[in-house]
């Protein structure tokens, strides 16, 4: 069985291939979800690290349906991935009503040949995992990754083993979300080639800071921040006056 370890900074890169993982997923920010790293990350890794890499393409936290804008910064980073030689890609798009986008996912894979491509965990949003799935095998993707549409890939077991055996033999439903030492084998014991794990720990890195740069308010995945433009009309307003 082959392990990927989402890696999220270049320290968990090392880590993972020190310890023998098989594969990178390589990303930024796993409190969202992940979102694409950026080039210095990118290149240090892809420097350093001899086990393939696969790189999340997704512009920002949130839901999985993009803007014209924000698909042509998704391919942009494709391209990038492609000349640093990386392995593959992460990726995928949704429709508003959470239904795979096919037209648009089938472009970002033609343009990510000759890297692999595998459909990210918006999957785990589609309403009907079974006709998606399907729909997914026609596109052609390399693998799926899915929690099975639950909180953890253990508790999606029972859909995770019909996914598979919906696509068996036409691609790879690799399971995520939740895998640890504990329960890793059930999956090999499932028959599934491949996991996926970030296999974090946490640690202290400072004391409280004086106040926190976090805002509990973005924590939502059924919103978007974005810079406002009469609000910045109305602050060049103010101190131009």
């Keep these: ?114 890297m692999t491509f595998t459909f990210h965990r918006g999957f785990d949003w589609v309403p009907n995992p079974l006709e998606a799935i399907l729909e997914l095998a026609v596109l052609g993707v390399d693998r799926v990754l899915t929690s099975g549409q639950a909180e953890s890939a253990e508790k999606g077991i029972l859909l995770l083993q019909e996914l598979q055996e919906l696509t068996e033999n036409e691609f790879i439903i690799m399971p995520g979300g939740g895998i640890n030492p504990s329960n890793a084998y059930l999956f090999k014991e499932s028959g599934f080639q491949e996991i996926h794990a970030s296999a974090t720990s ?17 924590f939502n995945e059924t919103r978007i921040a974005t810079s406002n433009k009469e609000k910045i009309q109305q602050i060049l307003e103010r101190i131009n006056s």
């Design 202 to 218: 946490i640690h202290q890195s400072i004391n409280i800071p004086k106040i926190s740069m976090n805002s509990t308010k973005l």
């Design 1 to 114: 069985m082959l392990l990927e370890i989402c890696a999220n900074s270049y320290e968990s890169a090392i880590n993972a291939q020190k310890a023998g993982a098989h594969r990178i997923e390589l990303c930024s920010e796993l409190a969202v979800g992940g979102i694409t790293p950026s080039y210095g990350l990118l290149k240090k890794v892809m420097s350093d690290v001899k086990i393939p890499v696969h790189v999340l393409i997704r512009p920002r936290s949130g839901d999985f349906t993009y803007s014209r804008s924000e698909f042509d910064i998704m391919k942009e980073n494709i391209l990038l991935c492609k000349e640093l030689g990386c392995a593959g890609i992460v990726s995928g798009i949704l429709q508003q009503d959470q239904t795979i986008d096919t037209e648009r996912t089938k472009e970002l894979m033609e343009l990510a040949k000759p």
